[in-house]
């Protein structure tokens, strides 16, 4: 059974810091890995999708990786700005066949980011 | 243009009522999803519609039912409400249910309290 672990589970930064957060997963067979954002009260918005055969995924200030081997990814954000501060998920997709199977998403517990002016 | 929406946004209920939770996306996608948070933030999903058909029906009581009308709309009914079963209820879709590099859009959430 797939299990998603984020570290850490809080993380508080100045305005300004360049950072990194951390998901795990057990099982390595992996279809792609998606980072989430959620705002207090909000749904979530994705943020950047990796396909196992990616090594890593950019989007403006984002840079996520991906080593499928060992069963890890990051998420770096540079820059930080107070406008980050969310809860950020990372999610799982397995590789099941068929493919008409649906995307059975594991989601982690999640890194509650607070970037302070 | 609200991608994904769900209705109604709060909902608040005696134990053992029944209730219905819709949920409505204009991406012309062929899949939709219920997922479940619960008070700990953890993110589950609980039910996905390819085109109408049932393709994923996690371990869930079967006082959960959800419907899908048609690709555009997937509502789910509870009934008999527990306790336990307050939580933020989020309904997602994707424009395939396989493939390669769909991404799930999701709804704001419809927060559920039994009482």
């Known amino acids: 059974k797939q299990e998603v672990t984020q570290i850490p589970a809080a993380l508080s930064v100045p305005e300004g810091e360049n950072l990194v957060l951390n998901c795990s997963f057990t099982?390595?067979?992996?279809?792609?890995l998606q980072w989430f954002r959620q705002d207090p009260g909000k749904g979530l918005t994705s943020l950047l999708l990796?396909?196992?055969?990616?090594r890593e995924q950019t989007s403006g200030r984002l840079n996520a990786s991906l080593d499928k081997s060992s069963g890890r990814s990051t998420l770096y954000i540079a820059a930080s700005q107070p406008g980050d501060s969310a809860t950020y998920l990372c999610a799982v997709r397995p590789v099941r066949p068929p493919e008409t199977s649906g995307s059975r998403l594991t989601f982690g517990e999640g890194t509650q980011l607070t970037v302070n002016p | 243009d609200t991608a994904v929406s769900q209705t109604p946004k709060y909902l608040v209920t005696q134990m053992g009522n029944d209730k219905s939770i819709k949920c409505e996306q204009n991406?012309?996608?062929?899949?939709m999803y219920w997922y479940k948070q619960d008070s700990k933030k953890f993110l589950k999903i609980m039910f996905s519609y390819n085109n109408k058909e049932l393709i994923i029906n996690e371990t869930v009581p079967n006082r959960f039912s959800p419907k899908s009308p048609d690709k555009a709309h997937l509502n789910l009914h509870i009934n008999s409400l527990e306790l336990g079963d307050s939580a933020v209820y989020f309904c997602?879709?994707?424009?395939?249910?396989?493939?390669?590099?769909?991404?799930?859009?999701f709804g704001p959430g419809t927060r559920l309290l039994v009482l």
């Open positions: 991406l012309g996608h062929d899949t």
């Open positions: 997602a879709s994707s424009q395939f249910a396989g493939g390669i590099g769909e991404t799930q859009y």
């Open positions: 990796i396909q196992s055969s990616q």
């Open positions: 099982d390595s067979a992996i279809y792609n």
